[in-house]
């Protein structure tokens, strides 16, 4: 079955430094994956996805996510943290045997600090 | 704009009431899908559809229930509302193909409470 992780509930950044939300995945087969955002009282938007060619995948709001297959990660990045970015974001995969259905991670709350 | 939208935004409601939350799409999207989102627990898939007539029951489907009469709309039914149901409701919807399948766009939730 397919699956992702996301192994910390919290990231705490200082503006302006890089930040990294963890993403990890269990699938059978070529995984499709996603990068989604919410923010306070409202829905998901969609940031990323990665279906195949490039390993670094670039998005919405200078967002970019590296996947790794080896490592079976995709982790979302931003060289520069602004204090708007504070979120809860989502890893999630594509389920495969179910065409169109996403299994999301957890979520990750982002705070960035100015 | 095409968007997706929900109705009510916010809804209180007895235990053992029906209730019903609007989800409509001007996407035209053949794919649609309700998640419920609780602290700890992420978004979880109550129901979802590839199609008018078509609809599949989620991991979390017990106690509600989903019809697709046409294209743009998916309505959720509690049938007798549980306390355990109080939540945030989110509709999505993504196209069936193409380069842009699988990206699902959500609408701004509904804020369900169940007392």
């Known amino acids: 079955a397919q699956s992702v992780a996301q192994p910390e509930d919290q990231v705490n950044v200082a503006e302006g430094n890089p930040l990294t939300v963890k993403c990890t995945y269990s699938?059978?087969?070529?995984?499709?994956l996603f990068w989604y955002v919410q923010y306070p009282n409202r829905g998901l938007q969609f940031l990323l996805k990665y279906i195949t060619g490039d390993n670094l995948v670039k998005g919405s709001y200078g967002f970019e996510a590296e996947f790794n297959k080896s490592q079976t990660s995709f982790h979302l990045k931003k060289p520069s943290a602004l204090v708007s970015d504070s979120a809860l974001y989502f890893c999630a995969v594509r389920d495969d045997n179910q065409g169109g259905k996403l299994i999301f991670g957890q979520g990750t709350e982002l705070s960035v600090k100015p | 704009d095409a968007e997706i939208t929900q109705s009510p935004r916010h809804k209180i409601t007895e235990t053992g009431r029906q209730v019903t939350l609007a989800c409509h799409q001007t996407w035209n999207h053949n794919n649609m899908f309700w998640y419920r989102q609780d602290l700890g627990h992420g978004l979880r898939l109550i129901h979802y559809?590839?199609?008018?007539?078509?609809?599949n029951k989620g991991e979390v489907s017990d106690g509600y229930s989903v019809s697709r009469s046409n294209t743009e709309d998916l309505p959720l039914t509690l049938e007798s509302a549980a306390s355990s149901q109080t939540s945030v409701y989110f509709c999505?919807?993504?196209?069936?193909?193409?380069?842009?399948?699988?990206?699902?766009?959500f609408g701004p939730g509904t804020r369900l409470t169940v007392l």
């Open positions: 999505a919807s993504s196209e069936l193909a193409g380069i842009s399948a699988d990206t699902q766009y």
């Open positions: 559809s590839y199609g008018v007539q078509d609809t």
């Open positions: 699938v059978s087969g070529n995984p499709y």
